[in-house]
């Protein structure tokens, strides 16, 4: 594997951590506000999604640009069914 290899299929797995940490539905014993709790791994996924201005490394739209895909169209794809 060279580095470009490496470096997409990292970035995609995070890209697909962050879309199951979005898509989990937390469950009602779950707390909040605990960091690695499922609704504090929603928010922060959510964050991440849905930031619009951020371009630097490990961002979203950086991520999108890295993988050669869409940021509008994936967001679209990844919320359609909430």
């Given amino acids: 594997m060279n580095d470009a290899t490496g470096c997409k299929a990292l970035w995609s797995a995070v890209m697909s951590r962050a879309i199951l ?5 937390p469950r ?3 707390r909040p506000a605990q960091k690695n709790g ?3 791994l929603k928010r922060t996924a959510e964050t991440w999604l849905t930031a619009k201005q951020n371009k ?5 739209l950086w991520v999108c640009e890295s993988l050669e895909i869409d940021p509008d169209r994936t967001r679209k794809l990844i919320f359609k069914a909430d």
């Fill in 38 to 40: 499922a609704g504090y």
């Fill in 21 to 25: 940490d979005v898509r989990k539905k």
């Fill in 28 to 30: 009602a014993s779950m």
């Fill in 56 to 60: 630097d490394a490990g961002s979203f």
